[in-house]
């Protein structure tokens, strides 16, 4: 036994130092760097992995100074090597000097991904490194900050020219052309994460404009003192497939050129019945989705545009809609159903009584859903309100393929799953399935 345990390690030993870099690699820093006590050929091999994975331990009862100086250390002692990969998550105050310090290095180690999350620190005095805006290797850039405090200042020259992801958390843009300096100088992007970041008080219009842009994803954005106008939000990306938008308000919107959206995200983040818009914003937001082909929107705002009585626009294009969340208005989807001729796939994720009810047009067997093939209900307990939206839409959806309920009031599964499998349907296809 002892000697196939020596073989096995004489086997290790034979691989080059380049393959158990790469091997070590894999663990996480403080193990790789635990690799050095194993023998003298070991011993700074750790330096050589070009991927760092610094997680702090709050555990760890050594403290913010022991974190940082092991950080400099590894920084040091590989000193002429390249880091590809570094990543950091940090929840505990660091010294804004050594984060500056650990960005300045990575420009000048071909980083190629620079992942940072932390959450508590005072950049106030400190602006990123403008090394940073001019780094012609990095492909993704992550950058998690406690929130509202960073002021977001981009220099005047940007270059990025290999960046193809970027997400910002946290930040706060204080001015009007910095958001379109750093998006615009960067050729080959194709995905954007805006999270929980804020406008200043000098920021009224911010855009993003980006040939490349693929996917942009802009949640809870907020006006530092203007919640509910005053910034414009302008989207100039002619290869824009996927947006997201989740807000606590809505902004004056610009569509200039997306042309090429075909799915989009829209959705509230905030207590029901909250004034959220004007018409005239809502309208321009709806009207830039007028090429989407897959739509999702939380039902408060379908609650919200009923009330106001701000029109649908006729997304022709659109074959799969999704309303998010419960309590919507029953009259506003029909409405919806009756306006977008093209839908096939509708999706609701709560039907209940809470939802609004609302007047269902005779049951005639007239079909004005010509298209729509397939229904699914994430929730339903069949109620009153819920019943009658699931009997008008078997009768007129002439081409419905599958209707998929799952019931959530289990003690009455059999019961409403008896009462649905029997009601009429115009559709001689349809299939009802319960979950």
């Given at each position: ?136 290797t990095l492909v993704i850039l992550k950058l998690d900050f406690p929130l509202h405090t960073y002021d977001f200042k981009v220099p005047q020259r940007v ?98 050129d997306v042309q090429s959206l075909t799915e989009a995200v829209i959705s509230h983040r905030g207590e029901h019945g909250d004034s959220m818009i004007h ?157």
């Amino acid at each position: 036994m002892a000697k196939r345990i020596m073989s096995s390690d004489d086997n290790i030993e034979k691989f080059p130092d380049e393959v158990l870099s790469h091997i070590i690699s894999f663990l996480p820093v403080k193990d790789a760097v635990r690799t050095s006590i194993l023998s003298r050929r070991w011993r700074y091999l750790f330096t050589t992995i070009s991927s760092l994975d610094y997680v702090f331990d709050p555990y760890d009862g050594r403290g913010a100074a022991h974190f940082m100086n092991s950080v400099n250390r590894l920084f040091f002692l590989s000193e002429k090597l390249s880091i590809l990969r570094f990543s950091l998550r940090c929840y505990i105050a660091l010294e804004p000097l050594c984060i500056d310090g650990w960005i300045r290095a990575l420009m000048c180690r071909n980083v190629q991904v620079l992942d940072m999350g932390i959450k508590d620190v005072e950049f106030d005095a400190l602006p990123l490194p403008t090394s940073l805006f001019s780094c012609k290797t990095l492909v993704i850039l992550k950058l998690d900050f406690p929130l509202h405090t960073y002021d977001f200042k981009v220099p005047q020259r940007v270059c990025l020219p290999s960046v193809k992801v970027t997400h910002l958390q946290g930040f706060a843009f204080s001015d009007n052309d910095s958001s379109e300096r750093l998006f615009s100088s960067c050729p080959t992007l194709e995905d954007l994460v805006l999270q929980s970041c804020c406008f200043r008080v000098g920021c009224d219009n911010f855009c993003v404009s980006n040939s490349s842009l693929k996917r942009l994803t802009i949640r809870n954005m907020l006006h530092q003192l203007l919640p509910t106008k005053g910034v414009q939000l302008v989207i100039n990306a002619p290869s824009l497939i996927y947006f997201e938008h989740t807000f606590p308000d809505f902004y004056s919107y610009q569509f200039l050129d997306v042309q090429s959206l075909t799915e989009a995200v829209i959705s509230h983040r905030g207590e029901h019945g909250d004034s959220m818009i004007h018409s005239t914003e809502a309208t321009d937001l709806l009207n830039g989705l007028k090429n989407v082909r897959s739509l999702q929107i939380s039902s408060d705002i379908l609650v919200y545009l009923c009330h106001h009585r701000i029109l649908f626009p006729d997304l022709c294009k659109m074959t799969h809609l999704k309303i998010l969340r419960g309590e919507f208005d029953m009259a506003y989807l029909i409405y919806i159903l009756l306006v977008c001729h093209s839908i096939e796939t509708l999706v609701l994720q709560d039907v209940s009584d809470k939802c609004i009810d609302a007047y269902f047009p005779p049951h005639e067997n007239v079909c004005i859903m010509p298209k729509l093939k397939e229904i699914e209900i994430l929730s339903f307990r069949g109620e009153e309100s819920p019943m009658k939206l699931v009997k008008w839409l078997l009768i007129k959806a002439c081409a419905l393929e599958k209707l998929t309920i799952r019931i959530t009031l289990l003690r009455q599964h059999s019961k409403i799953m008896k009462e649905l499998l029997v009601l009429p349907r115009v559709s001689k296809k349809c299939c009802i399935v319960i979950v």
